[in-house]
């Protein structure tokens, strides 16, 4: 490869093999990966990859959900890890400039150096590249008060797949000329485009933060309180649910010093200034009382507010524990559905005698509920199939989307006619043909089902 | 593609490494604190790259040369290990993987002869460190050897101009052997390669604080290298036999404990059972092991800084770079800084950036040296935004790898180790 220089090419089998999953963790073979330096290489290599009819997959940290980053089809894995630098922090104008390759918690611990704050914050934070972030458009439990990755960016170098270096939109506020193609990249799983640059926009770094936990004796009651919450007109900066078995995972390895019978728990973080913060934990412990919350209990150092967010961050991992294969879902359901979407959760678990585990950032009604089963069980697979067609449908009919911010890719591209009609599929399919004629770049994803073909 | 799949290797041994690599789920978190990932963004080099292909390895017909290539490329600091969410034992799998491909590696044979045939075995050490005195003044000036003693001679691909510490004059065993020793002990001093051949002044150290403590100490004549060299290169047999020979060299004084002041050399005495399969041999070394102690446990365990008897010579700005040999392996942080924090006179100071290795890695700094001096670099900007003077540290690996890292980066700061510190520091 002359473009990007022998030493930023990999052939080998052996190397090929670690660029062969995702955090899907399912494995297809790339027949070669790149590590090119600039926007101008990446250019050329689209050039020659429309020339030569090969796929170009761009790639992160692969730290993707969905398969964002899997060569399903073959071809070239393209990767933006050289691609590191933090161009410029703006503080007059809280704005910023990075390269995709700049991991988002070094980022936010930059600017957070300046007193500034970029806020969104998936929990792959300390290894997820900015770039994946924006062709993702990662959310995170700040969402619920600031916003997605997308709320972010307000332009974007971008190489189209045909090889033309474009800017998007703006580095104001504020800025209606033409289509609003950045947010139309943001999001588009690295199959519209190549981000070779972000500006995105910061916000002061509010002045202090509290956590408080609040222990429910039922799903329900914990449920209900959530929509209190939010209809009080207080927006906490997090506000995560922990369902009865997410709890139980996590403390077979953990202490976690809640009482007996807790059900359900209530992760909550507010941030501003102190006086503020004071009145609204106030008004929360008496809203979580008056759903009958019997254990209520603040954060009073840094310390332990870090140990109370441990917990939450350590249900993923803890439900391996299981020895079970988990089918992961991040669905979103509006906040006042909450309660309802726990209620036929139960129904579902009752109907198909399979665990169903939910944690999540319930504040913004985005849920990770976990379907765990068995893979080497006879059916079993199937049946927890049919358990995530069922919560998809569920979700649909309570208002809902079937991905907050993990994005389609390959895992969820069959369920994608449950939420979409097939104008608008087609209309998606003719924006992607537009920018991709040749479909060249990350092929095979999100319209096409999930391919089974794995080496 | 070149080499063929290894049909020495028995199938079942890839396999059973494969079963244990599918807990790892690819999520991706070892990315975050993989010191070599951190420089170059390159995933063969992280856990999760190394456990796909050791997983894709079962299934077959990948180039060995290749994997041993990735599989060299890890400095076994253990950060992957300690964070991943699904506690898969990352380090344990790649130290075992380098086991199964080293078998058929033909390159750096004469590493591997050193290693197989000439490290268990104290006498021929002996002969081959004279030998090197002889060559000294021709040969150690032109060959990478700093941080390490004569297994990391015969690779012939590396020049650098790596500062080279020069060979003491008389090894420190040799000079002991000619004292008589206490008839009590009530402790034995493990004392490692380098200190042996190239610093005594460090195992004379750890001596005087032990004696200062009233502590009878013993040091066995027969003992020689720990074997982590051995070990972590994949070289098990060799590494078995080194660790036979300790064993017995320490045998005899079953309540007394064994100190190292080479937190490497105390971490891979502790983990001696897990060389062996044989219950037997597991036994004997599980109760050698047991009795192990890195020397700043011991000497906070015996109240050294409860004493309140040091007084720096000057004033003195002072860090305590953690082996990851001490805090990872060992779970040993507090008690080097009780002791440093016990100097009158010194500032001691954290960097923030505690959990950095300085990118030695056993062999890493020589087969990867550029790479290795670019993860020191992360790790010296650490040190000079806090206004460091001196880096304290416990390992020998460490201790070189800023030696050589300081002098290549034109730097003034010094590194010491703890046990020097603290003899200069003594009040008598």
């Given at each position: 490869m002359k473009i990007v220089g022998k030493e930023n090419v990999l052939t080998d089998s052996e190397s090929l093999v670690c660029y062969s999953y995702d955090a899907v963790n399912r494995k297809f073979l790339p027949d070669a990966v790149v590590f090119p330096g600039t926007a101008q290489e990446i250019a050329e290599i689209l050039r020659l990859a429309n020339r030569m009819q090969f796929a170009v997959i761009p790639r992160g940290a692969g730290s993707g959900f969905t398969g964002g980053a899997l060569a399903i089809?073959?071809?070239?894995?393209?990767?933006?890890?050289?691609?590191?630098r933090i161009v410029e922090i703006d503080a007059d104008n809280l704005t910023a400039i990075v390269e995709p390759g700049v991991l988002c918690g070094d980022f936010q611990n930059e600017v957070k150096k300046r007193g500034l704050f970029y806020p969104p914050d998936p929990s792959s934070l300390a290894f997820s590249s900015l770039g994946g972030n924006a062709a993702e458009n990662a959310g995170g439990p700040h969402g619920l008060k600031y916003g997605v990755t997308r709320d972010y960016v307000t332009g974007l170098e971008v190489v189209l797949p045909t090889g033309e270096i474009i800017t998007t939109g703006v580095r104001t506020m504020k800025g209606v000329v033409g289509y609003d193609i950045t947010r139309l990249i943001v999001g588009s799983e690295g199959t519209l485009g190549i981000i070779t640059k972000i500006y995105v926009r910061l916000i002061p770094k509010p002045e202090a933060t509290r956590t408080l936990i609040a222990a429910f004796s039922s799903i329900e009651a914990c449920s209900h309180t959530v929509s209190d919450i939010i209809r009080s007109g207080i927006i906490p900066a997090k506000l995560e649910l922990i369902d009865q078995a997410s709890i139980r995972c996590v403390s077979t390895y953990r202490p976690l010093n809640l009482p007996a019978g807790t059900e359900a728990v209530l992760l909550i973080e507010l941030d501003g200034d102190p006086l503020t913060m004071k009145k609204q934990t106030d008004r929360i412990e008496e809203l979580c009382r008056n759903r009958e919350a019997f254990y209520i209990k603040q954060?009073?150092?840094?310390?332990?507010?870090?140990?109370?967010?441990?917990?939450?961050?350590?249900?993923?991992p803890a439900l391996m524990q299981l020895k079970l294969t988990k089918i992961n879902e991040d669905i979103v359901v509006p906040r006042s559905r909450i309660p309802d979407l726990f209620h036929r959760l139960e129904q579902i678990k009752k109907k198909f005698q399979l665990p169903v585990i939910s944690f999540g950032h319930a504040g913004d009604g985005?849920?990770?509920?976990?379907?765990?089963?068995?893979?080497?069980?006879?059916?079993?697979?199937?049946?927890?199939?049919?358990?995530v067609k069922e919560l998809f449908q569920t979700v649909i009919e309570l208002g809902g989307t079937i991905s907050g911010e993990h994005g389609i890719g390959i895992t969820k591209a069959a369920y994608l006619g449950m939420e979409l009609t097939d104008t608008e599929i087609a209309l998606m399919k003719r924006i992607k043909r537009a920018f991709d004629p040749n479909d060249i770049l990350n092929p095979g994803k999100i319209f096409y089902g999930n391919p089974a073909e794995e080496y | 593609m070149e080499g063929k799949p290894n049909h020495n290797l028995t199938i079942e041994s890839v396999d059973s490494l494969a079963s244990e690599a599918a807990a790892c789920v690819k999520c991706g978190r070892c990315l975050s604190v993989c010191p070599i990932y951190r420089e170059t963004g390159r995933e063969p080099q992280t856990a999760r790259g190394k456990i796909a292909l050791i997983e894709a390895a079962a299934s077959g017909s990948l180039s060995e040369a290749n994997i041993n290539d990735i599989l060299s490329c890890c400095l076994l600091c253990g950060a992957c290990t300690e964070i991943c969410p699904n506690m898969v034992p990352a380090y344990e799998l790649i130290r075992k993987a380098r086991t199964i491909f080293t078998s058929r590696r033909n390159s750096a044979l004469a590493y591997k002869t050193f290693l197989s045939r000439i490290l268990p075995f104290p006498q021929r050490l002996d002969r081959l460190y004279q030998a090197g005195k002889a060559l000294e003044p021709l040969l150690l000036k032109k060959v990478p050897l700093e941080s390490g003693l004569y297994y990391r001679l015969p690779r012939g691909r590396e020049k650098s101009a790596r500062i080279i510490p020069a060979l003491a004059q008389q090894s420190f065993l040799d000079v002991r052997r000619k004292r008589s020793q206490p008839h009590h002990p009530g402790a034995l001093l493990f004392i490692g390669c380098v200190a042996n051949y190239i610093l005594p002044g460090i195992a004379e150290a750890a001596l005087a604080l032990l004696e200062h403590l009233g502590i009878p100490v013993?040091?066995?004549?027969?003992?020689?290298?720990?074997?982590?060299?051995?070990?972590?290169?994949?070289?098990?047999?060799?590494?078995?036999?080194?660790?036979?020979?300790?064993?017995?060299?320490?045998?005899?004084?079953?309540?007394?404990?064994?100190?190292a002041f080479c937190s490497s050399c105390s971490a891979h005495l502790k983990q001696y059972p897990a060389l062996f399969e044989d219950k037997s041999s597991r036994q004997k070394a599980l109760a050698f092991s047991q009795r192990v102690k890195d020397l700043s446990e011991l000497l906070v365990d015996a109240g050294l800084p409860a004493m309140k008897n040091f007084q720096a010579e000057e004033q003195v700005r002072f860090t305590f770079h953690d082996p990851c040999h001490l805090r990872r392996a060992q779970g040993i942080i507090m008690q080097p800084r009780e002791l440093l924090r016990a100097i009158r006179g010194a500032e001691f100071v954290e960097t923030g950036q505690e959990n950095l290795c300085c990118g030695s890695g056993g062999s890493f700094d020589v087969s990867h040296y550029d790479l290795s001096l670019q993860i020191f670099r992360r790790r010296v900007r650490s040190i000079e935004e806090?206004?460091?003077?001196?880096?304290?540290?416990?390992?020998?690996?460490?201790?070189?790898?800023?030696?050589d890292g300081f002098h290549a980066m034109n730097k003034q700061q010094a590194v010491k180790h703890l046990a020097e510190v603290l003899k200069q520091a003594l009040v008598e």
């Open positions: 089809l073959s071809g070239v894995v393209l990767v933006t890890t050289r691609l590191n954060a009073q150092t840094d310390q332990e507010a870090e140990t109370l967010w441990q917990i939450r961050q350590a249900i993923s985005n849920l990770h509920v976990n379907v765990m089963y068995d893979k080497s069980r006879k059916g079993e697979p199937e049946k927890a199939e049919r358990v | 013993v040091i066995p004549p027969e003992q020689s290298c720990c074997g982590l060299m051995a070990s972590g290169a994949g070289e098990i047999e060799a590494a078995r036999q080194i660790a036979r020979r300790t064993i017995d060299a320490f045998a005899g004084e079953e309540s007394v404990p064994i100190v806090a206004g460091i003077d001196t880096v304290v540290t416990s390992c020998m690996g460490c201790l070189m790898q800023f030696q």
